[in-house]
């Protein structure tokens, strides 16, 4: 009957590699669990991102050479987007599927037995590997030798088995089981971390916000103009605050947000730079920030008595009168409109229609200069509309807050995948698969012993835990 290890190694092989399988799917297998596979998906994940390190991402924007061949060219690849594109989540999966065959079949062919045995038969007591071995003499007999050994491997080995022959006894000891699961673990982590890379991919949201000091929004407009995306809840800016150093460069600046649904606070919180939040599964980060103008208004009623009111009046906004269906908006606004100084324009909202004049600041002082024109243009009366008189308090410019807003669902994988990466490399590296074998061989002087070992890694800490191990067993009495 021929031996049985043979026909294993060949069985293994042949599931491993694919040979011996002429079927579409061993076809497939063998490429999918090829090392060169691997390196020629590397090879192409590496080429893909140096293209998008050379390469602008992201929207290019309108250029000139928005208009070239080679930019419709790289466009319709997705080279400008790279990292989102069609060719990188490929990539990602075609390496997936090759890390998932390669480690079933690996999994496979070092778990079947060949042929089938029961689990006894099956763990077979490991002979010591040949090659120099550090031999030991002692004068006590095999069987008291024996019994010293495995006392002092009891010591230093929690995995200890003994094997009794005629003439000698053979220990085995065993450390570091764990790390020939640190391989498994390692391309468990990179599965995880490109499952992460394509659920961002596929689900993941990037997109802006820009929010007027005071005011609330609930669009969100994504990157690479993929259009607007309303939001289920709005987002206020409660306050705007910004210092500076003494070159008048930005030294903090930050955003006190509420979200609301309904219009009611759900939550409030500081969003600063490098510190997100997080609310209805998207994460808001400090971006930018900006001033726009805005004109302080105040407004005189006269029919129930003189009576001020003053109203912060943005550009483009309405706001209404105190009586009747008229309001006003600010539509214009000029720091030094036609050298009279700051200035805007008003339009009045009425059922008589739409009225439009400017008003100034500087008003008093533009009356004495000139004092016909004022009554002479509509355009720049500010009585023109009965029982109200407008004037300008001043132009202030007003913050507004750039959040960057991202949905990452694969952040936990990637994680998680980070994680397990490092404890499998500590798994493999700094706790490597060691066996050792004690020998004791009967003499005629007492007893022989000669230490062995085995690793797949580190070989120097290999042999010197064997040094070890002999100066434990010399340091025995007897031994010598």
């Known amino acids: 009957m021929p031996s049985s290890v043979p026909e294993r190694e060949n069985f293994c092989h042949d599931q491993y590699s694919g040979k011996g399988d002429g079927t579409l ?20 994940i590496a080429l893909f991102s140096v293209i998008g390190t050379l390469l602008p991402q992201g929207h290019p924007g309108d250029t000139a050479d928005s208009y070239s061949l080679i930019f419709s060219i790289f466009n319709t690849l997705q080279f400008y987007d790279i990292f989102h594109s069609f060719w990188f989540v490929l990539l990602a999966f075609l390496l997936a599927l090759n890390l998932i065959f390669c480690t079933w079949y690996r999994l496979l062919s ?27 003499h002692s004068n006590h007999p095999l069987a008291e030798e024996a019994r010293h050994c495995e006392t002092v491997l009891k010591k230093y080995f929690r995995t200890l088995s003994r094997k009794d022959r005629e003439n000698e006894t053979v220990l085995h000891a065993e450390k570091g089981i ?25 689900l993941g ?8 000091e005071g005011e609330s929004d609930h ?8 259009g607007v995306r309303k939001l289920d809840f709005d987002v206020r800016c409660d306050r705007f605050l910004l210092s500076l150093y003494d070159t008048g460069a930005p030294k ?3 955003s006190d947000l509420t979200f609301l649904k309904n219009g009611k606070d759900l939550h409030k919180d500081t969003l600063l730079v490098n510190h997100p939040i997080a609310f209805g599964g998207l994460r808001f980060y400090q971006a930018s920030y900006g001033e726009v103008p805005a004109a302080q208004a105040a407004i005189t009623y006269f029919r129930q008595g003189e009576k001020d009111v003053s109203v912060l009046s943005m550009k483009g906004r309405e706001y209404p009168l105190p009586t009747g269906n008229a309001s006003f908006e600010v539509i214009r606004i000029e720091e030094n409109f036609m050298n009279m ?24 002082s533009l009356r004495e200069t000139y004092p016909d024109i004022f009554h002479t243009m509509a355009i720049f009366n500010p009585e023109i509309f009965k029982p109200f008189v407008f004037s300008l308090d001043s132009i202030k410019n007003r913050y507004y807050t750039g959040l960057q807003v991202m949905k990452e669902p694969g952040v936990p994988w990637v994680g998680c995948g980070a994680f397990l990466m490092v404890f499998g490399f500590i798994l493999v590296f700094i706790y490597p698969h060691r066996q050792l074998w004690v020998v004791i061989r009967k003499t005629n002087a007492g007893s022989s012993i000669g230490i062995y070992g085995r690793s797949r ?3 120097a800490g290999l042999n010197r835990e064997m040094t070890e191990l002999a100066g434990r067993l010399q340091s025995e009495e007897g031994i010598g």
């Open 219 to 226: 669009l969100l407009y994504l990157q690479g103009e993929k």
């Open 252 to 254: 903090m600046y930050r």
């Open 205 to 212: 949201i990037e997109g802006t916000m820009t929010i007027m």
């Open 457 to 459: 890694r580190d070989p």
């Open 110 to 136: 070092a778990s079947l037995p060949w042929p089938p045995k029961n689990h006894s038969e099956s763990k077979k007591f490991p002979d010591p590997p040949g090659g120099e071995a550090k031999i030991l």
């Open 178 to 202: 764990l790390s020939t699961y640190g391989v498994y673990m390692i391309h468990a982590s990179i599965l995880l971390v490109l499952l992460g890379f394509i659920l961002d991919a596929f």
């Open 341 to 364: 100084g700051p200035a805007v324009k008003i339009r009045i909202h009425s059922p008589a229609g739409n009225t439009q004049f400017w008003i100034f600041q500087h008003i008093q």
């Open 25 to 44: 799917f061993g076809k497939i297998r063998k490429i999918l669990c090829s090392v060169k596979t691997t390196i020629a998906i590397l090879i192409a």
